[in-house]
């Protein structure tokens, strides 16, 4: 069974700079579709980013492209997300998920879930005017 813990959120002013970690345990499996999702107060949960754990593709919806880098480092266990000139609309609960094998299509925003099995409790990121 995968383990997914979240941590790194907190509170920043606008334009200012996260790191999110997501630390991955119990994986047995060698490549995995690990991604970042959010959901804010009264809305759906989306996706904000993606990688092939067995490649390097990452995938971006235009509203965090040039301003969010996910990243992983195999050595560690552990995938981050990087998150800079933040604004106000990117605050919500940051989730970290995995699925087995490629990452879905990420050209469908529905689509971005699909087979990611192992979801993360969240770790909350506020970003204040």
């Known amino acids: 069974q995968v383990q997914l813990v979240e941590s790194g959120g907190g509170s920043v002013q606008a334009g200012g700079s996260l790191r999110l970690s997501c630390s991955v345990s119990?994986?047995?499996?060698?490549?995995?579709?690990m991604g970042w999702f959010r959901q804010a107060p009264g809305k759906e949960r989306e996706g904000v980013a993606a990688?092939?754990?067995?490649?390097?593709?990452?995938y971006y919806p235009d509203s965090v492209k040039g301003r969010f880098t996910i990243s992983q480092d195999n050595a560690k266990n552990t995938m981050y997300l990087q998150m800079d000139s933040l604004k106000p609309e990117d605050t919500a609960m940051y989730y970290c998920?995995?699925?087995?094998?490629?990452?879905?299509?990420?050209?469908?925003?529905?689509?971005?879930?699909?087979?990611?099995?192992?979801w993360g409790e969240g770790t909350l990121v506020t970003i204040s005017s």
């Open positions: 998920a995995a699925g087995r094998g490629h990452c879905p299509d990420w050209t469908d925003p529905r689509a971005r879930f699909y087979g990611m099995d192992y």
């Open positions: 119990g994986s047995t499996y060698s490549s995995y579709c």
């Open positions: 990688i092939y754990t067995g490649g390097s593709s990452a």
